[in-house]
Nanobody, 124 residues
């Protein structure tokens, strides 16, 4: 079992930055692929970024590429999402997720564990 707790969300002006954190329980954190997804009311949850267990391979949605950076600290069992140059369309609830070697990191169904989400609001 893996439990995930997100933090770091909040209200920021367009162009600003936020860093989300996701703390994981469990001794096998380092073996999981970690992902960030986001969801707006009335829309499907969408992939944002993911990082393989080794931290050498990262993936990003086109909409955030160049602005967001995912990283992990296996010693602290934590994954981060640094969000820069935020836009109003980045407003959403952001969820952290964990999966064991998913074939497709962008597929929601491949993730086994989810956090409760943290709200990010970007004002124009």
């Amino acid at each position: 079992q893996v439990q995930l707790v997100e933090s770091g969300g909040g209200l920021v002006q367009a162009g600003g930055s936020l860093r989300l954190s996701c703390a994981a329980s469990g001794r096998t954190f380092s073996t999981y692929t970690m992902g960030w997804f986001r969801q707006v009311p009335g829309k499907e949850r969408e992939f944002v970024a993911a990082i393989r267990w080794s931290a050498h391979t990262t993936y990003y949605a086109d909409s955030v590429k160049g602005r967001f950076t995912i990283s992990r600290d296996n010693g602290k069992s934590t994954v981060y999402l640094q969000m820069n140059s935020l836009k109003p369309e980045d407003t959403a609830v952001y969820y952290c997720a964990a999966a064991r070697a998913p074939p497709e990191v962008t597929t929601i169904g491949d993730y086994d564990y989810w956090g409760q989400g943290t709200q990010v609001t970007v004002s124009s």
